[in-house]
């Protein structure tokens, strides 16, 4: 493990070999070991030889320390083992795998950890056993006079298989081994539980120290900057394939500001008239050799904070919870629309009311996140609303000159439909043009066909193929043709409910391009990407649990976030907010026996509805209070059972005799027909065996005037059996009489069969 952490080979690998090594000719064979003399020279060498580590930086003063570690366990290694020795083995492995926990951020170094857990536990468990066996033996070489041995005992070479003693004390039975199925199971439940108890106190003891990078290098955080994914600057026309990112960019939670009810983010959306969230970023609009960039106009306006907009009497409110990664910018995403913000920690918003693009101040190192909360109020007309337009020249430019032939097509297909009157409809018209004409399709590839024309125009007449920054930028300069102003705006469309958090969590792959235009004297959203052909693209880009790389994602993504990641900030959107929502739900509802019933079905209605929170802090807190319901009234179940057995037992024995007496009748006729050597099959049912009869023996049972009594007789015994409705006493009377007709007419026969 400690190998893989520091991502060299030496000399962590000797370990193994020399540990097999010793394990043959120190340990079994003793053919040599080290002296104390000899191992406390080694020692000293050691020492000295990573000296000259320790003068390095702060990463190889520790290297040098974890060396040091690696040439004291050999030295243990080869030397004759005892308690002590032993002792030394486990707590310098225990020294190696803290220090590579402080080197790598792995989530494999995760998985070999609790791998490590049991089989340490495992370790322990057993030396515990060798030691209490060495006691035994020392006491009973000591004891005047000895234990007899059974002879049996020498012929086994395992020490724990010994046959069973008394001895002060300490017993081992004749019968039965040390080591048994029953002893390795229960040490890997207290493997298990250990392992939870130990998570539990990990998660849920407070992170209150600030920085965790002391030790990173600077490859582990060049692994985290994202491949290709949000960016400030659209630049077209750049060669090869994007290879989207599963990168995180934000996490998201919204709620009720005055009920603290979480609200979905899709019900959050479609409430605004959006659908899909929109996560809006950098607002873009000067377009120039197939770029586009951001106008640079600086504000020093700040969006209102909570006790701003309570001063404001807007308290009717939603709550955006967002987290989001460092990724090279200071734009801050929100869904809008928005009223105001808080910010945590140092860093402050700044608010350009005409584009409505907010930023921060300090945007974090890489290795950190911005955590605001984004304020939208209910009525609409309480927000921040895109209707300003103080920048028309800039949102109409348009070098006429490199995009000669985009202008003039786009005015010929206007004047192609009459019936396009208002901007409005043109604007639609276009975005329809680009989306649902069947003309253009979604791609990745970038690759240009005619490099000597603009960027745009390869792709509206050449290409046809593209992703969203070429049909926002084509349904950009297309409206500007016909005196539209417009903007592109550079974000994120989309996203998933995370496995692990349960927060809606948005990815690098969920970067998006899309249109606003300025018509009707507001600013209108418009997207002409192929929606199914993104979605189906940022799918294929997706890790499913059911993958390696999936599963592989998931862990390392759990070993970042909750183990080696794992804040203050954290702990209290995860843990501490929730325990403490749901125990003011809880003291709520208590009061209301019915509206706590009706909202506690309704909560297990919709959990069950999503099985992304199956694989929550909510998942595993289900799976807990299903099993103790189920071993409670598995357990109440037993004890009804026993105590109902006992109360009915002799009114059922009464019953079950009652009942055998009543379907002797139906074995009297079974009998009656053996003698005729007709039996019922085992899978024949009484109704199929009676038309047997019926047909078989028609002429005796027309002699008797009982042609349809096995139809009868039958009819009888369900009743008796399965409809538990015993005969009446005429009843009785009458099957006894008919009984005896028949067994009259078939022994008549019998005789006259005898005799001829």
């Not at 020795?85 to 792995?106: C, R």
């Not at 086994?156 to 008394?166: G, K, L, N, T």
């Not at 005015?411 to 276009?430: G, M, N, V």
């Not at 009819?715 to 005429?730: F, S, W």
Request: negative net charge; hydrophobic residues 40%.
């Amino acid at each position: 493990m400690f190998m893989l952490a520091e991502g060299g080979l030496f000399p962590q690998l000797l370990t193994i070999p020399l540990g097999l090594i010793t394990l043959f000719f120190t340990d079994r064979w003793h053919k040599f070991s080290l002296s104390p003399l000899w191992a406390n020279i080694l020692g000293l060498v050691a020492f000295l030889f990573v000296c000259r580590e320790f003068v390095a930086n702060i990463e190889g003063r520790l290297l040098a320390g974890a060396h040091f570690l690696v040439y004291l366990t050999w030295i243990i290694l080869l030397q004759k083992k005892g308690d002590t020795q032993y002792w030394w083995l486990f707590a310098l492995g225990f020294l190696q795998i803290a220090v590579g926990a402080v080197l790598t951020e792995s989530g494999y170094y995760g998985i070999l950890l609790v791998i490590y857990l049991f089989l340490a536990f495992w370790s322990l468990t057993v030396f515990s056993i060798y030691r209490t066996d060495k006691t035994f033996a020392s006491q009973s070489e000591e004891s005047l006079p000895p234990l007899p041995r059974p002879t049996v005992a020498t012929s086994i070479a395992s020490p724990f298989h010994r046959p069973s003693q008394v001895q002060d004390g300490i017993q081992s039975d004749q019968s039965r081994k040390w080591i048994t199925a029953e002893f390795i199971w229960s040490s890997i439940g207290c493997s298990i539980s250990a392992l939870i108890i130990s998570m539990c106190f990990f998660l849920l003891i407070p992170r209150l120290w600030v920085n965790r990078s002391f030790f990173n290098n600077e490859t582990l955080e060049a692994e985290k900057q994202p491949l290709v994914g949000f960016t400030e600057k659209v630049q077209l026309g750049e060669m090869g394939e994007i290879l989207e990112s599963s990168e995180r960019v934000l996490e998201v939670a919204i709620y009720d500001n005055q009920t603290d009810e979480a609200v979905p983010v899709m019900d959050f959306v479609r409430k605004y008239g959006m659908e899909e969230p929109l996560f809006r970023g950098a607002v873009l609009f000067t377009y120039e050799n197939g770029s586009w960039s951001r106008f640079r106009r600086h504000t020093q306006y700040g969006l209102p904070n909570s006790r701003e907009l309570e001063k404001y009497g807007i308290k009717d409110l939603y709550r955006q919870e967002i987290v989001m990664e460092s990724i090279g910018t200071n734009v801050l995403f929100v869904l809008q629309p928005v009223v105001g913000m808080d910010m945590t920690g140092k860093t402050e918003n700044f608010f350009n009311e005409d584009t409505l693009e907010i930023r921060q101040t300090d945007p974090p190192e890489m290795d950190g996140n911005t955590r605001y909360t984004v304020y939208t109020a209910k009525k609409l007309d309480e927000n921040y609303l895109m209707n300003n337009l103080d920048l028309e020249n800039e949102y109409l430019e348009l070098p006429e000159r490199d995009l000669r032939r985009l202008i003039k097509y786009t005015q010929q297909l206007i004047a192609s439909h009459p019936e396009l009157k208002t901007d409005e409809a043109k604007a639609k018209f276009l975005e329809s043009h680009l989306r649902d004409s069947g003309e253009f399709s979604y791609t990745l590839n970038m690759s240009i066909v005619d490099p000597e024309i603009d960027p745009v125009e390869d792709f509206l007449f050449n290409r046809k193929a593209g992703h969203c920054e070429y049909y926002a930028s084509s349904l950009a300069l297309m409206l500007r043709a016909i005196k539209i102003p417009t903007r592109v705006i550079s974000g994120f469309k989309g996203g998933d409910t995370s496995y692990l958090s349960n927060r809606f969590e948005v990815q690098q792959r969920y970067a998006h391009s899309w249109v606003e235009a300025f018509v009707n004297g507001h600013w209108e959203t418009l997207d002409a990407t192929p929606s199914l052909e993104r979605a189906e693209m940022v799918a294929q880009s997706a890790a499913s649990l059911s993958s390696w790389k999936g599963v592989s994602k998931f862990f390392s993504q759990f070993w970042t976030d909750y183990v080696i990641g794992v804040s203050f900030q954290r702990q209290k959107a995860a843990f501490y907010d929730p325990l403490l929502q749901a125990g003011k739900k809880i003291g709520k509802r208590l009061l209301d026996i019915r509206t706590t019933t009706v909202a506690m079905f309704q909560s297990v209605k919709k959990f069950l509805s999503s099985p992304r929170r199956w694989f929550s802090w909510e998942g595993a807190a289900a799976v807990f209070i299903i099993a103790g319901l189920f071993f409670g009234l598995k357990w109440l179940g037993q004890v009804l059972i026993r105590f109902f057995r006992k109360l009915f037992a002799q009114d059922q024995d009464q019953a079950n005799k009652m009942r055998s007496a009543q379907i002797a009748f139906y074995e009297r006729f079974q009998k009656l027909l053996a003698r005729k050597g007709m039996i019922r099959k085992q899978a024949e049912t009484q109704q199929e065996f009676s038309r047997h009869v019926k047909a078989d023996l028609k002429r005796e049972l027309t002699q008797a005037h009982l042609d349809d009594y096995p139809d009868e007789i039958a009819r009888l015994y369900y009743q008796v059996r399965y409809g538990d409705h015993p005969l009446e006493p005429d009843q009785s009377h009458d099957v006894d009489q008919k009984l005896t007709a028949l067994e009259t007419i078939l022994t008549e026969q019998e005789k006259a069969t005898v005799k001829q």
